[in-house]
């Protein structure tokens, strides 16, 4: 049994992923804002036999990171995966000049995985051992209309999470993981007309979000001398 931190566990692929990951016998520690939703959640891990934990946490505010962190330490003596799946995507096009919306997006999918790998990071090298997965996105490899800034944090994610893969000692795995569409409530955020108006199209296909934890349970449960860095997953008909 791992002990696995999820941020942005109160919908979509976080919410899979604990789901999954707790069926499968893995202690979860449930990190999000909506606190209701994760007491839920919790409540339905419990009732099939699973343990969570939960954290009201914004990955924005760097204190509130670590604490996420160091709380499961303290809880349960040590932290082996932390799943960075906090995410935002209010597109629109730049010459829509919705620049808090822009700022919102750096601040929770770069600053908001920046805090996660600096919370995460000194109890990993403490123990000798730890695996970071980063939720990125398709947008990571690939630029669209509506799209440049969400692309940016996510080619931003991609590139700080191969970094540190780079960089961490042996004993630290680090997966990056790429969904392609996905259902979820990202496209909720979207107050562009135009985007929320392509956005109806682009989602007419779409991977449900369980296909996305099956990648991340993938990764994680591959034997310590194995590291699995990066997955792409796409609905079959995506291009």
């Not at 805090?115 to 997965?133: E, N, T, W, Y």
Request: net charge negative; aromatic share 4%; hydrophobic share 45%.
């Amino acid at each position: 049994m791992k002990t696995v931190l999820i941020t942005g566990a109160s919908s979509g692929i976080g919410r899979a992923t604990a789901l999954r990951l707790a069926r499968e016998g893995h202690h979860v520690v449930l990190g999000a804002r909506r606190e209701d939703r994760l007491t839920a959640l919790a409540k339905e891990i419990h009732d099939a036999g699973g343990t969570a934990d939960v954290y009201r946490l914004d990955v924005t505010d760097r204190a509130d990171v670590a604490g996420f962190a160091d709380a499961a330490v303290e809880a349960h003596g040590r932290l082996d995966v932390f799943v960075a799946n906090a995410g935002v995507m209010p597109l629109s096009r730049l010459d829509s000049l919705l620049v808090d919306e822009w700022d919102r997006m750096i601040d929770v999918n770069v600053r908001g995985l920046l805090h996660g790998i600096a919370a995460a990071l000194p109890h990993f090298r403490r123990q000798g051992s730890g695996h970071f997965v980063t939720l990125a996105s398709t947008g990571a490899h690939e630029v669209v209309p509506t799209a440049a800034v969400y692309c940016g944090t996510k080619y931003a994610a991609r590139a700080i999470t191969e970094g540190l893969r780079q960089e961490a000692e042996p004993g630290i795995r680090v997966t990056t993981v790429s969904p392609g569409v996905t259902e979820s409530e990202l496209a909720d955020s979207i107050t562009d007309p135009g985007a929320k108006a392509a956005m109806a199209g682009y989602r007419a296909v779409t991977l449900p979000p369980d296909a996305i934890a099956a990648a991340i349970s993938y990764a994680i449960g591959q034997p310590e001398g194995v590291d699995v860095n990066e997955i792409v997953v796409r609905p079959t008909a995506q291009r």
